[in-house]
């Protein structure tokens, strides 16, 4: 793929995401609330390791690559 192509694609990947995150907040609520996401927090600090959310959204891309870029 040429540098052009993946720079637009990129582009458009974050301007979609933007939308998302502005006007559609409701979509992305469960991440972190998963069962299995570990959330500790303390007086001081907090730790965040969000296991199953990531294991659900590397599937879910997985799939959408296979589905558009298989040949």
Known sequence: ME???ILISVGVLIVLAGLVLN???WLID???K???DIN???ENSVIFIPIT???VI???LTLLVNL???K
Do not use: E, V
């Open 3 to 5: 540098p052009g192509k």
């Open 34 to 36: 998963l069962p299995g």
């Open 68 to 70: 558009f870029f298989r």
């Open 40 to 42: 500790i927090r303390n």
């Open 30 to 32: 469960w991440f972190g």
């Open 58 to 60: 590397s599937l879910l």
């Open 53 to 55: 959310s990531m294991i």
């Open 23 to 25: 006007y559609l907040p």
